[in-house]
């Protein structure tokens, strides 16, 4: 009985850790322009100019679970010293805009979008889609496809465009994962962050968050 007591004892105090590993965090959405002013937005979404033609936001807003928001922070000010700065397209993005994109894209267009049955990283506030501007004229960098692109031309690894481009792409990609972002396979533009999975999917307006 004694021997049983002390593995007991011993399996219990593991316990604690291995729970609050999986314990889905608290949702902190936060705007990202109001904790750094210096991040430029283009929020497609909020006007005609994306691929369903229409708005699909009311709001040209960009919201990230904060410690997301916070080392995309990090990646802005690096890129300073190399001239560039960070031009957000999409960040947190509700459940209900995910499924309108998946039932008005066509099926072999599919991995573009996200499955609404599994839900999108965009749903939990913790991928964002973006670009490089130049510091010094305040225009978009070019890269080897436009935002939204649905073809190969987006892919990361695409070996198409001009050295120049698949170059800025690439070290676009590095700097995002020196601070905890991975690309999206399909999407050069599409980041998601290492927490992820630490947070539900959420359905709630811009207007909602507080």
């Not at 100019?49 to 679970?65: C, H, S």
């Not at 481009?165 to 533009?189: A, G, N, P």
Request: hydrophobic letters at 40%; one cysteine or more; proline letters at 4%.
């Amino acid at each position: 009985m004694k021997v049983l007591g002390v593995i007991l004892v011993v399996l219990f105090s593991f316990m604690p850790t291995f729970a609050k590993e999986n314990i889905i965090r608290t949702n902190e959405l936060v705007e990202i322009i109001k904790l750094d002013p210096a991040l430029k937005l283009d929020i497609r979404y909020a006007t005609k100019n994306n691929f369903l033609g229409r708005p699909v936001y009311k709001a040209a807003k960009v919201f990230l679970q904060k410690p997301v928001a916070e080392d995309l922070i990090k990646v802005n000010k690096e890129l300073y010293k190399d001239g560039y700065g960070i031009l957000v397209f999409d960040g947190y993005r509700p459940w209900s805009v995910t499924k309108l994109f998946w039932d008005e894209t066509s099926p072999e267009k599919r991995k573009f979008v996200a499955d609404p049955k599994i839900g999108s990283i965009h749903n939990r506030g913790c991928a964002v889609d973006l670009t490089l501007y130049d510091l010094k004229t305040g225009k978009e960098v070019k890269m080897p496809s436009e935002y939204d692109t649905f073809s190969e031309a987006a892919y990361p690894s695409y070996m198409g465009g001009t050295t120049d481009e698949r170059s800025k792409r690439d070290f676009l990609i590095k700097q995002m994962q020196k601070h905890s972002f991975t690309v999206y396979e399909y999407e050069w533009w599409h980041f998601n962050h290492k927490d992820c999975d630490k947070y539900d999917i959420l359905d709630i307006s811009f207007e909602e968050i507080k």
